[in-house]
């Protein structure tokens, strides 16, 4: 659990120190769940998850399942190389261009 913590919060780029400050924790604390040393009390837990934008299932099993489409889209690509990367950037512009196009076409209909 303390490793998904410590990936998702670097994945939204949240230093250890934030976090812990807005957990009202210190920042020794968070290091230790971070590291499995500690596990947190439940109120903890649900607070981490709201912060971090995941539910509790991800952090105790590893199954994602954030709050936001987006942030899984990007936590994706995160783990794309670079050029699969820009594949998906071509993809994406295309979907937009038949998208706009389509709906250009249903106004001259």
Known sequence: M???IKLRRKELNIK???LAEKLNISNNHLSSVENGREKPS???LLNICELLNVTPDYLLLGNM???????DILTGLRLCAEEDVLLIRNMIELLIKRNHKDWNNRNLL
């Open 42 to 44: 439940l109120e903890l």
């Open 65 to 71: 399942h954030t709050n936001d489409i987006s942030q």
């Open 2 to 4: 303390g490793k998904r």
């Open 16 to 18: 250890q120190n934030e």
